[in-house]
């Protein structure tokens, strides 16, 4: 069983790197760009199953409308606002900067995704206004019922410590603010985008002011700039010399067309076009599971290769069983990998760190077992050195 008592601290003793001035940065990104426009997604270091794997994946991406790339792994559960996973990797990226100076609004935030996935599933079912007023009713009077409705104890615990004062950063009662404007809402209740945000103008607030150091990250399997959107709007893009790349070409204009500056390029995770150790810190969501076991261990070591000090990695589909369960899908992979030969496979490259069952840690931190997918892990990694 992964542990469940999980910090965001790394393991190993971090080297922070103090931010060289702005077009530094910029040019840096445009290296990486300009590196993968090179670097043909048919390197000629991978084997010709391998080139006829990236092929098929290219095309299982490339039928869509990029309008639909540009929306669809940003909403409902999948939305990095309130997405847990979404969540850690901001998380992952504050205490690479800050330590833990920010421990506490982190907790605060995660309750926060953990709420709002609760009420979205309510909003998602049969109820309407009439439920949602009854849920803020119970909530002030401290009740865990309304109206025959259960209401989980970490909402409960949650709503009591609402507004909360963490440093100089006040946390507002969110929910006495999102339930108010669900019962006055004419049609279904819904989550509204100025509720959603809560925390983007909290941690805009709250970091705003801090001394500007600086790390190099890069994200395999940017999408349209899925995470990147939210790292940018909660203040995090400042500190960051970042750049992303992804296999689908429409996924990169949509990126480069709502981040101009940022360095998004075309790559492939099994030829990343970058020299050893280029960046600080590396990141990737619901990347792995979708490629052949044999192209997997080589974006893993890739992975490992480009970075020098951390890796946060997302799996959707993961299991405590011994063997990788493999499951082809049209042009793709749906696997369900394992856990221990995952993190056994990181460790013979050279990281290790935290393997962390979402609902696991969700259940044993805050009590909520509302997680809508029970084979959710993140890896926390540092670099062995």
Known sequence: MAAAGFSLRLVAKRTRMLAGNRAD???????????????????????????????????????YDEA????????????PRINVQSILTRHFLIDALFGDRFAALMEHELRFGMVMNWLLKLAKSAVGTEDFQAIHHALRQGADNAEG??????????????????GKTVVPNYLDGLLSDAVSASEKPAL??????????????????????G?????????????????????????????????????????RVLFPKVG???????????????????????LLEHLSVEAMELAVAELCRVTRQGLCLGFFNMHEGEDHVV????????????????????????FAGQMVHIDTFLKWRFGCEETHNKNAYTFVLSAQC
């Open 25 to 63: 940065f910029k040019e840096k990104s445009a290296l990486f760009a300009v590196r993968c426009a090179r670097n043909s997604v048919n390197d000629d270091a991978m084997d010709d199953s391998l080139k006829r794997e990236t092929e098929k994946l290219i095309k299982s991406w490339m039928q």
């Open 68 to 79: 639909i790339l540009r929306d669809y792994l940003v909403e409902d559960v999948e939305d």
């Open 149 to 166: 409705l259960l209401i989980p104890q970490f909402v409960l615990q949650t709503f009591a410590a609402l507004p909360a004062k963490v």
């Open 192 to 213: 509204e985008a100025r509720n959603l945000a809560a925390f983007e103008v909290l941690w805009q607030e709250a970091l705003q002011k801090e001394q500007r150091q």
């Open 215 to 255: 790390i190099s990250v890069l994200e395999a399997a940017c999408g349209s700039a899925n995470d990147y959107r939210f790292i940018h709007a909660y203040g995090l893009g400042g500190w960051l010399n970042y750049a992303g790349f992804d296999l689908c070409e429409k996924n990169i204009r949509n990126a």
């Open 264 to 286: 998004f390029a075309v790559g492939n995770v099994m030829a990343i076009a970058s020299p050893d150790k280029t960046f600080d810190y590396c990141f990737a969501q619901d």
């Open 327 to 350: 499951r082809p899908v049209d042009d793709y992979h749906w696997n369900t990998l394992s856990m221990a030969r995952t993190r056994d496979l990181f460790e013979q490259l050279g």
